[in-house]
């Protein structure tokens, strides 16, 4: 079976590989939130001190948005089915150890393999998908799957790590990757078809460029989802994010200069590619965090158990993943640009709800009404900011395309956090400090903290819709309309 075989729109093989592929991405991104109701049961098991518990899913955090640029090359040069079964059996490898650890620091370390091997299957996947599905109509439709899935992950995990932590205990949050990567692994041998980047001459493989990038990305985000522990202001905050600017600075200088680089700089002359990928950083950072707060005023303020917190989710999954099937639809129909940026504004009045939660609200009033506003709007803008990001993309980098496109979800979703966390707890501390720190107003103060970070958030959407209008090319979605409608046009992207 080759490459040429699943992209005849009458062979169904496709859908089956595509069925697998996002099943390894719905895994992906849930292990970034399945772990978070796990914490407590895990610090009082292993010993964890308060302030190294974060890192649970922060080591995961960090070495996938640190690798995934480097994950993509790879797929290109090395070959796109390999490189992602090496990812899948890493992960699971990674996730078995996980389960068995006995230590902080054992348990720490095999998240990071986990998420070293996410960043090397997820844009290696991600690559598949454009590569058997052709710009199009089937292409979005691939899309829509896509983020249906990679958008309730976040969701999912949650209720899925309660459900496993209540039942089986925290290792079963690791355990249950296991059975799920070797069972893709294999699968992938037979569904998914050997693809690479053509390349004439010798073939190389730009080793300073890769170090100096993943290096800089995974110190960026070391610097980021550390600083609300360190401080913004902090000698160690500072000197980080020094010398990450300096890393990828070198990065920059050795790309342009290299005879085959592992970021070609012609690539950014795509403007609705590079557009698409500045929204996705801003989405990134008005969502990624919406789950991290939400989760906190259930349970510190609302006085929800892990389980009934989780099962709150379940309307927001569900509804992500009816969203994102409509946004594969409309996409085809009126282009990304425009449900790209209804979908910012659905996202913007979600969280201006939410920057609305009372101490005393409820969940139909505070959590589930904002919850669906914004869900929808993560569906529509996931999708579409996407289906931007590869338009155009030759099939030689699709592989660094699905790179870029994640790492800049994650490099947003660490940074909105950081921004986020910093501005809630000021927040809190002031209205504390206002009180003389009664602990009777504990749960004003959070829910005050908690409205600022999600006024933040909205305006994080907004600039992200503002941008996209001036930044992605409207020639270039209306294009895309007219392809999937079949109508002869030039492949290639504008400028």
């Known amino acids: 079976m080759t490459v040429a075989d699943l992209t005849d729109p009458t062979d169904k093989r496709r859908w089956y590989a595509l069925a697998l592929l996002a099943v390894a991405q719905f895994v992906v991104v849930l292990d970034a939130s399945i772990v978070n109701v796990a914490l407590p049961s895990i610090g009082e098991d292993l010993k964890f001190s308060q302030e190294n518990l974060a890192w649970v899913v922060n080591a995961y955090v960090l070495t996938f948005g640190g690798f995934l640029l480097l994950g993509g090359r790879m797929a290109d040069l090395l070959g796109r089915r390999r490189v992602f079964i090496g990812g899948l059996i890493l992960f699971a490898v990674a996730s078995l150890a996980g389960g068995f650890a006995q230590t902080e620091g054992q348990l720490i370390a095999a998240r990071a393999v986990q998420g070293l091997g996410a960043a090397i299957l997820s844009p290696a996947a991600l690559s598949i998908v454009t590569t058997i599905f052709s710009e199009g109509a089937d292409r979005n439709r691939a899309l829509g799957v896509w983020g249906a899935v990679a958008g309730s992950g976040g969701a999912a995990g949650v209720l899925l790590g309660g459900v496993l932590t209540d039942a089986l205990g925290w290792e079963w949050v690791l355990f249950v990757n296991v059975p799920i990567g070797v069972g893709a692994a294999v699968l992938a041998t037979r569904l998914i078809p050997e693809s690479r980047a053509e390349q004439e001459g010798k073939r190389s493989f730009d080793v300073a460029g890769a170090l100096t990038v993943t290096a800089g990305l995974s110190l960026l985000v ?132 939410f920057s609305q939660v009372s101490p005393g609200g409820t969940y139909v009033g505070d959590v589930l009404g904002p919850s669906l506003l914004a869900a929808i709007g993560l569906g529509l803008s996931f999708v579409s900011v996407t289906i931007g990001a590869v338009a155009g993309v030759t099939e030689h980098d699709s592989g660094l395309a699905s790179g870029l496109i994640n790492t800049t979800q994650q490099i947003g979703g660490a940074l909105g956090l950081a921004i986020l966390a910093t501005v809630a707890n000021s927040r809190t501390d002031d209205v504390m400090s206002a009180t003389g720190g009664n602990p009777a107003g504990l749960a004003n103060a959070l829910t005050e903290g908690f409205q600022s970070a999600f006024a933040v958030g909205a305006g994080f959407a907004l600039l992200g819709l503002g941008l996209a209008f001036v930044l992605i090319r409207g020639r270039d979605s209306r294009e895309h309309v007219e392809r999937a409608a079949g109508e002869p046009r030039p492949v290639q992207a504008s400028a």
């Open 222 to 353: 070391y610097a980021l989802v550390d600083a609300t522990d360190a401080g913004w202001g902090s000698t160690q905050t500072i000197a980080l994010l020094a010398v990450a600017v300096a890393l990828l600075a070198a990065f920059v200088a050795i790309e342009l200069r290299a005879a085959q680089p592992l970021v070609p700089f012609r690539f950014f002359r795509l403007r609705t590619v590079t557009g698409s990928n500045v929204v996705a950083l801003l989405i990134g950072a008005s969502l990624f965090s919406m789950f991290f707060f939400i989760s906190l005023y259930m349970q510190q303020v609302l006085g929800y158990e892990p389980l009934k917190a989780g099962l709150a989710y379940l309307p927001l999954a569900l509804t992500i993943m009816a969203s994102a099937g409509v946004a594969s639809q409309l996409t085809t129909r009126v282009g990304f640009k425009p449900v790209l940026m209804v979908g910012l504004l659905f996202v913007a009045g979600g969280l201006v709800w």
